[in-house]
């Protein structure tokens, strides 16, 4: 293995431990795909860094755990601007009929 990829793969698992980071997140900041991220953390880390692998695999397995949860709080917030902008005076036309009926529930 190359020496920037090792390199790479501890840093991306000490941002992960120090910001409690998702894959996402940690793709997003460093300009990289979720898969290579991925494929860092849990195959390359291993090989260079067992008890960093360890380690980052904790919080990585957090994440995933609580991933329906950030999911379900994303789409209420979605649903909760959509009903405040259509109190604030938007108009019916702004939001489609499914949309208005998930709002009054």
Known sequence: MKAYIEERAVEIANY???????????????????S????????????????????????????????HIRGGMATKEKYAHLHASHNEGGHAADVDSNELTKLEK
């Open 36 to 67: 290579t991220v991925h494929k860092d953390i849990t195959d390359r880390l291993c090989q260079v860094n067992p008890a960093l692998a360890a380690e980052t695999r904790k919080i990585i397995d957090v994440n995933k755990s609580e991933r």
């Open 16 to 34: 992960i431990i120090e910001h409690k980071a998702t894959v996402r997140q940690a793709a997003k900041h460093y300009g990289i795909s979720k």
